[in-house]
């Protein structure tokens, strides 16, 4: 499994923790019912954003980078996260970006301009499957990218993306290119061949990735190893909102983890950010919060302390998992946990605090 992670020039919002919190129980839950899990994350500690934010704070980019990196990872651990199997570094992993640029180059996937090497999507049959957006719509949204300025105006197709761009200011790598850096899209597709294989079981993110990010990675993915398909199964998570608008970095509109910690048990903003369905974009809504803190509190206070598991083969137990594996309905799993956890005998109740903590809620 791997996870597009962080860009790190700002702390983790409630949108952030959302996305990695659902993958977090994708790989509970196979792990708890017998699936042993590879899981990798990256960290993209380079790239136009983070330049920006280091330019506009007057901050070098290595250390805002190293910063905004070390609160997520303490923000992700105070939420009780099963740390990824690897975290992959951007700026680490350079040598498996170039290897990946010269396999295209010799599949006649990639051609030189001015202000880099280009990947041809017009190389790629099937371009376009995962968003299914129509040209025109593509061209749309890459122009308002934050690299949109940086891209070299005679590509072949105003889709074509970067595997490397040449460039003269800020921090750059070597490459038989000339000095530059690498195209983001390049540094999943080289993170995941370096640390899982040509093929993945399941790859996810923000939804807001399915294009262009996830798109440009099947297609030079695939277009370098001729295997198809590079991701088995994709998990995008929609956004939460502030306001009715998207909560993001960029936009300023945010609600910090660290925030809403000081006041909300870790279990607690957990059950709030898994309960409403991951494919469902939500606004954060305060009154539902305090709700969601009074309904753990609660639950724990049932569930009672005591033994953990192991799963049992009992009807509540075995209808709360099959709602997880039901595309991660965790709504309705909790639902069968509040249910049964104040009549459960002394087996069961061990068997449904093991499914509680698979959700990380008690």
């Not at 020039?9 to 919190?21: P, W």
């Not at 330049?51 to 250390?63: F, P, S, T």
């Not at 070597?174 to 640390?195: D, T």
């Not at 993945?200 to 990010?213: C, E, F, N, R, V």
């Amino acid at each position: 499994m791997y996870v597009c992670g962080v860009t790190p020039y700002d702390t983790t919002h409630l949108g952030h923790a959302r996305t990695f919190l659902v993958f977090d129980l994708v790989a509970r839950l196979l792990e708890a019912t017998g699936q042993p899990v590879r899981y990798v994350q990256n960290v993209t500690d380079i790239d136009e954003s983070i330049l920006q934010r280091a330019g506009r704070d007057r901050v070098g980019w290595r250390e805002l980078g190293r910063r905004e990196t070390r609160a997520y990872l303490d923000d992700m651990r105070r939420l009780g996260w099963r740390r990824p199997d690897v975290i992959a570094y951007a700026t680490r992993e350079l040598p498996a970006m170039r290897a990946l640029i010269r396999t295209l180059e010799r599949n006649g996937a990639a051609y030189r301009l001015p202000r880099g090497v280009y990947f041809p999507v017009a190389k790629d049959r099937r371009y376009g499957e995962l968003s299914r957006l129509s040209p025109p719509a593509m061209r749309r949204i890459l122009a308002r990218q934050d690299d949109a300025a940086l891209e070299d105006p005679g590509r072949r197709d105003t889709r074509d993306f970067a595997l490397w761009r040449t460039v003269h200011g800020g921090p750059t790598w070597p490459s038989p290119h000339g000095r530059g850096r690498p195209g983001w899209h390049l540094e999943c597709s080289a993170m995941i061949r370096s640390h899982l294989g040509d093929q993945i079981d399941l790859h996810g993110g923000g939804a807001d990735l399915i294009y262009p990010h996830h798109e440009n990675e099947i297609a030079q993915s695939e277009t370098a190893t001729g295997k198809r398909p590079f991701v088995r199964t994709w998990v995008h998570v929609a956004a939460m909102e502030l306001g009715g608008k998207k909560m993001s970095k960029s936009d300023g509109n945010m609600v910090f983890v660290r925030d809403v910690l000081e006041k909300t048990d870790p279990r607690a903003l957990r059950w709030y950010l898994l309960e409403r369905h991951y494919r469902t974009r939500f606004d954060h809504d305060e009154a539902l919060l305090d709700r969601t803190r009074l309904r753990q509190k609660a639950l724990a206070a049932a569930l009672g302390r005591g033994r953990i598991g192991p799963l049992g083969r009992d009807r509540d137990t075995k209808a709360a998992l099959a709602a997880l594996e039901h595309d991660l309905d965790v709504r309705r799993a909790l639902a069968f946990l509040e249910r049964a956890a104040p009549r459960a005998d002394a087996t069961t109740r061990a068997s449904l605090r093991a499914v509680a903590r698979i959700v990380g809620v008690a």
